[in-house]
């Protein structure tokens, strides 16, 4: 599985963006995908992470009621739509799979990752 990251931008306070993870390989519609990032200095955070049949969604707290993740199997692609961006949302956000939500929390966890994109909110 291969994973692309895209979507990522300048965004003013408040306002909303919308990041897309598209994969490449047959098997992507098999995978729990998550949405990790990191801020400069600062260690890689779970975000939101997703089932493969998008029956289970998990948040961290820090973007929970501002955050949503869905995916399209049809078109192997997995979305983070981020409304009421605040300044420390500002990033680089990655997406990654892993076969089952279990332990989506973890970096290491994660078998697949993409490239990331960077996300700048101005405050």
């Known amino acids: 599985v291969q994973l692309q990251a895209c979507g990522g931008g300048l965004v003013q306070a408040g306002g909303s963006l919308r990041l897309s993870c598209a994969a490449s390989?047959?098997?992507?519609?098999?995978?729990?995908v998550g949405w990790f990032r990191q801020a400069p200095g600062k260690e890689r955070e779970f975000v939101a992470v997703i089932s493969w049949s998008s029956s289970n969604t998990y948040y961290a707290d820090s973007v929970k009621g501002r955050f949503t993740i869905s995916r399209d199997n049809a078109v192997n692609t997995v979305y983070l739509q981020m409304n009421s961006l605040k300044h420390e949302d500002t990033a680089v956000y990655y997406c990654a799979a892993k076969r089952t939500v279990v332990g989506h929390t973890t970096v290491e966890n994660y078998d697949y990752w993409g490239q990331g994109t960077l996300v700048t909110v101005s405050s």
């Open positions: 390989g047959r098997t992507f519609s098999t995978y729990a």
